[in-house]
């Protein structure tokens, strides 16, 4: 079974590789910096010049392999249809610890094939810019939102790189062309006018970064346009022509007033190792009751 092959029985969708240039946005990246619209998030500041030079991940780096894996386009809901973000499925364990386990048994393989390479998985977590990867391997194209979005398929996934001293043969691949066209849904939709612009995020007007990554309160005013969603934003991606058809709700959280209950074992015993806890206890029951109060309660 070739590399191609394991990965997509273990569940990957598409599998691409490209080389360990300078990323395709890279200065693009760079002026999204110095504009400041990163917020507070001030380690992708930090690490800057990390993201222009993968080999600074892994020194003799030779291919990167790009691999996307799909998420449920199940909302999360609780019974009162309060909701979170798509990919934070409560069900299941934090994805970055369950991609990464996947990526490793790539590595195995590819140290198998290649005695002696090196190999280092990447899930949502290393400084690399993994959407430009993704679009210089030829798996999807980048829409008006910034999601990669894989024709056929759409943008509910989750990416990972490997970055191997493996040398792959491989030809460049051909970039997949935008479908996006005409179409500015996503802009339209988003509620904090975060997209500024097609293939511009304002990320510190952002509901995915206020809602998780921002410390301290939301004030009333973005808690109104938050809707029913606590916990990160699916809106762009709701909107999107290339995820029409998939939407559907799932009861899979416990109820509001459970939520606002909780105590710290509480919250680490339901989800202690999923995705929610990145935003912990208090940030989650703040959110929780601000929805519920702009919603007017249940």
């Known amino acids: 079974m070739n590399l191609i092959e394991q990965a997509k029985s273990l569940g990957f969708i598409a599998v691409g590789f490209s080389s360990p240039d300078t990323p395709l946005f890279y200065p693009q990246f760079c002026a999204w910096i110095a504009a400041g619209n990163h917020g507070d998030m001030s380690w ?59 990526g490793k048994i ?82 339209d939709a988003c509620p904090t006018g975060a997209l500024e612009a097609p293939y511009r995020v304002n990320a510190s007007k952002c509901l995915s970064y206020l809602t998780i990554e921002k410390k301290g309160e939301i004030d009333r005013a973005t808690g109104r346009k938050m809707g029913r969603c606590f916990f990160g934003c699916d809106f762009c991606q709701e909107v999107c022509p290339h995820n029409r058809g998939k939407e559907s709700e799932v009861i899979s959280l416990p109820s509001v007033d459970a939520i606002l209950h909780m105590q710290a074992e509480d919250f680490d015993e339901v989800f202690g190792k999923t995705a929610l806890a990145r935003a912990g206890l208090e940030k989650i029951k703040g959110m929780a009751a601000l929805v519920e109060d702009e919603a007017g309660g249940c």
Do not use: W
């Open 44 to 102: 992708m500041a930090k690490h800057q010049d990390l993201r222009g030079d993968p080999e600074s991940l892994l020194k003799g780096c030779r291919t990167i392999i790009s691999l996307a894996y799909p998420y449920s386009p199940e909302k999360p809901c609780t019974p009162e249809g309060f909701s979170v973000s798509r990919y934070a499925d409560p069900r299941k364990e934090d994805y970055h610890d369950r991609l990464r386990k996947k």
């Open 106 to 187: 790539l590595i195995r393989a590819i140290g198998h094939q290649y005695p002696g390479a090196k190999s280092r998985v990447c899930v949502d977590s290393a400084p690399i810019l993994e959407r430009s990867f993704a679009y210089a391997s030829g798996i999807g194209f980048i829409g008006k939102n910034n999601m990669l979005i894989i024709p056929g398929y759409g943008s509910y996934l989750f990416l990972v790189e490997i970055l191997t001293t493996a040398s792959f043969p491989f030809s460049k691949a051909d970039r997949v062309k935008s479908l996006c066209g005409d179409c500015t849904q996503c802009l």
